[in-house]
């Protein structure tokens, strides 16, 4: 069975403030997908990043960076000098190389304040 | 359309009767999925539709719940008898059908939310 775990319910900070999310994962696939996803209060959620079982190279896309280690089963990911607008709910999630369900963690409520 | 569409947006019911949500997919997309987002269990996968293959049904709760896809672009997730647990918001989402399956990037629509009183 997958199991995606994010320990930190709800985070606050103020604006310029960095915000790392923190996502464990268990599964016994040898190849999977890892993505995060953000859910604003409009209410769909919104793809940010996917990652392979593979691919343990670290990005960085604008403010965003994310560190993947597959040794330690962790996907984290870091909001660089946050702003208002990034306030929401992220989730990390978890899906076979060929599966069709996604099995979310229970996900991240970020509040910016200005 | 530009995104995935849902309707309706807000649906208040009283428990025991039907509704009907339905979604309306990026055009294009032949994968589509219903998820179910509620307080007590996170984000669950309902069901998947993928072209003219039977759907993965294996996350519907219980068989009060059904889904269908008509001409492989719009569905209806029906709920028969509601009751108060159902009470949820209810995420259709849509992607391509690439290979492997698992690196398809869903895209979603904002929910149904569904309240049972």
């Known amino acids: 069975a997958q199991k995606v775990t994010q320990a930190q319910t709800e985070i606050s900070v103020v604006e310029k403030e960095d915000v790392t999310l923190d996502c464990v994962y268990e599964?016994?696939?040898?190849?999977?997908?890892l993505f995060w996803y953000k859910q604003p209060p409009s209410g769909e959620l919104v793809f940010l990043i996917r990652?392979?079982?593979?691919?343990?190279q670290n990005e960085i896309s604008g403010r965003y960076s994310w560190n993947f280690q597959k040794s330690t089963s962790s996907f984290n990911f870091t909001i660089t000098a946050s702003q208002v607008v990034d306030s929401a709910v992220y989730f990390c999630?978890?899906?076979?190389?060929?599966?069709?369900?996604?099995?979310f963690g229970g996900g991240t409520r970020v509040l910016v304040k200005p | 359309g530009a995104g995935v569409s849902q309707s309706p947006s807000n649906k208040v019911t009283e428990k025991g009767k039907d509704v009907e949500l339905r979604c309306d997919p990026i055009?294009?997309?032949?994968?589509l999925y219903w998820y179910r987002q509620s307080l007590g269990q996170g984000l669950e996968f309902l069901i998947y539709?993928?072209?003219?293959?039977?759907?993965?049904k294996s996350g519907l709760p219980s068989d009060r719940f059904s889904a269908e896809r008509t001409g492989g672009s719009v569905s209806t997730l029906t709920i028969q008898r509601t009751q108060q647990e159902d009470s949820a918001v209810y995420l259709c989402?849509?992607?391509?059908?690439?290979?492997?399956?698992?690196?398809?990037?869903?895209?979603f629509g904002a929910g149904s939310r569904l309240t049972v009183l």
């Open positions: 999630a978890l899906i076979k190389a060929a599966g069709n369900k996604l099995t």
């Open positions: 990652r392979n079982s593979f691919d343990e």
């Open positions: 599964t016994r696939d040898t190849t999977y997908y």
């Open positions: 055009s294009g997309h032949t994968a």
């Open positions: 989402a849509s992607s391509l059908r690439g290979a492997p399956t698992g690196a398809n990037v869903l895209t």
């Open positions: 539709f993928q072209g003219n293959s039977a759907p993965d």
